[in-house]
């Protein structure tokens, strides 16, 4: 049986920074693609960016881009969302998914998710 699971939230103030991992069980990470996703508080899920199984990264939007990276070790099984200089809207529960990353990020490309981690954005 196939598990992703998320851990590294936490609380933290304007500008911090947060690495959040997730690891697998029951496959082989190296070989699938990984998405990122946040659930912001009264809004519905949302893409942040992706990593494909050549390391490629895609980000959905702009904001992201340039302060959040994605990284993958594979001794660890596990892929990891390095975030810096957040900010209050960062905020939210951040999910791990595995499907199919392209530049939309989409929900609907991935089949199998974490259960989430909460990541609080505040000063």
């Known amino acids: 049986q196939v598990q992703l699971v998320e851990s590294g939230g936490g609380l933290v103030q304007p500008g911090g920074s947060l690495t959040l991992s997730c690891a697998a069980s029951?496959?082989?990470?190296?070989?699938?693609?990984i998405g990122w996703f946040r659930q912001a508080p009264g809004k519905e899920r949302e893409g942040i960016n992706c990593?494909?199984?050549?390391?490629?990264?895609?980000f959905a939007g702009d904001s992201e881009e340039g302060r959040f990276t994605l990284s993958r070790d594979e001794a660890k099984n596990s892929v990891y969302l390095q975030m810096n200089d957040l900010k209050p809207e960062d905020t939210g529960v951040y999910y791990c998914?595995?499907?199919?990353?392209?530049?939309?990020?989409?929900?609907?490309?991935?089949?199998?998710w974490g259960q989430g981690t909460q990541v609080t954005v505040s000063s």
């Open positions: 029951g496959v082989r990470l190296r070989y699938q693609d």
């Open positions: 998914a595995m499907g199919i990353c392209t530049e939309s990020v989409s929900l609907h490309d991935y089949e199998i």
């Open positions: 990593i494909d199984s050549d390391n490629f990264t895609r």
